[in-house]
Every structure is written in C-alpha cells, then in structure tokens.
C-alpha cells in the first residue's frame, strides 16, 4: 500500500479523497494550513495530520521535514489545495488578486512539488496528481453544452489552465515520477455554494484512480472521471 500526502485535505475532495485511499488500505498523511481543521479531519479518518500553508516556504520545508522524520518516503502527492478567488467583476480584479490566486493553484503546487520530490524518489513508484479543472480547459469553456462555458472566472479559469499545462510539463521534464491532471468536474463543493451535481465522491473517482497507478500507469494526462479530456 502507498503512502499519500494530500495538500488541502481538512475538507471537501481533499477529505474524501483520503477517506477512500484509507478504506482502501493506504496510509494518507493530511495536510491542512488550520491546525484545528486539519487535527479534527485527521483524527475523524484516523491518520496523521501535517501541518502546511502552500504559500510559505517555510511551512512547506517544515512539512517535508515531519514527514522526513516519521515516514522517511511518500509514494503520492496531491496537490489539491486550491482557492477560486475574489468574486468581483472582472474590470475590478486586481495584480494583487491574481497573485493571491496563483500562488496557492499554480505556485504553491511548484513550492509542495520541488520541496516533497527528494521523499518522492525514494519511492519505487513516485507519483504526483495536480487537482486542476475543466474550467481551465479551451474546450470545455468554449463549447455551449458544458457548464464550464456559461461562467467568467478569469483568475480561476487560468490559474487551472496554467497548472494543465505546468502537469505536462513536469511529466516530460521528469520522466521518473509520474503527473497527472485530474478534473473532478462539477461537484457539490464550498467553492460552488454545494450547487454542483456530482457528489464529493464521484468528484474524487479520477483523483483516487490516478492516486493508484501502478509502474505501468499514464504519466501527463488530464483526466476527468470519464477518462482522458480535451483541454
């Protein structure tokens, strides 16, 4: 079984996705920037919690660390820590805006990636899931029969397509660990008042899947639960 660290896991997909990684047997470590939050989630599903902001280098060095000294290796990293951003009228977003967005969807998943990759490559099979969205992809947001098309979130929308593409990326770069992009799809969530369709566990089945890939499993994919997505 894997040992999984999970960025963002005190609720939502981040929870669900540790509670089924447990149920299958696996240790997850959750990581969570509320101490409070993250020690309730963690003691309700009976795993470790670890601290982490995904914005401060020092909480993320501070995190490898701990994780270091207790288990020594990870086998998965989910960078599922994410934030939509201000809802404001597009005319009203500021730089200062967008810097806050991107550090925690595009940057923040540099700092985790970079800081956690030595306890990556310690494992027989390193791999890396980066929780994006099909709200960053050109198809879904340009074709009128996905539910992606109907919203503007500029910040939120790029800050996903760059996270796409930064996936690839690192799966070309870095052919010893595998990345993979993950969209839950439209789920019943705090980001979207719980207004999406799909359940919090039909939003994780892409995310557990790509969590449990063998040796021979894909590397730089964008997968929904349905399988592989245009974007």
């Known amino acids: 079984m894997t040992t999984t660290f999970i960025t963002g896991a005190n609720k939502s997909l981040g929870y669900e996705t540790a509670r089924r990684l447990v149920e299958a047997g696996h240790t997850v470590l959750l990581g969570a ?20 902001d995904v914005t401060d280098d020092a909480s993320v060095e501070a995190a490898v660390a701990d994780v270091a000294a ?6 998965v990293l989910v960078n599922n820590a994410g934030v939509v951003g201000p809802h404001a009228a597009a005319d009203e977003l500021t730089a200062a805006d967008a810097l806050a967005v991107y550090d925690v969807n595009v940057f923040g998943v540099v700092r985790v990636t970079r800081a956690f990759l030595p306890l990556l490559r310690k494992s027989a099979n390193p791999v890396v899931v980066n929780v994006t969205s099909g709200m960053g992809s050109f198809a879904a947001t340009h074709d009128p029969d996905r539910v992606e098309s109907t919203f503007a979130a500029p910040l939120y929308t790029s800050s996903k397509a760059a996270l796409t593409m930064l996936t690839t990326q690192y799966a070309k770069a870095l052919p010893d660990v595998k990345f993979n992009a993950v969209d839950p799809g439209y789920t019943a969530t705090d980001f979207n008042g719980h207004s999406g369709p799909q359940t919090v566990t039909e939003g994780t089945d892409a995310i557990v899947e790509l969590a449990t890939i063998g040796a021979d499993g894909p590397t730089g994919q964008f997968r929904d639960r349905h399988g592989v997505v245009a974007w």
Request: charged fraction near 30%; avoid cysteine; charge should be neutral.
């Open 33 to 52: 920037r509320d101490p409070g939050r993250g020690r309730a989630a963690a003691d309700a599903l009976g795993v470790r919690f670890v601290q982490i």
């Open 70 to 75: 207790h288990e020594g290796v990870i086998d």
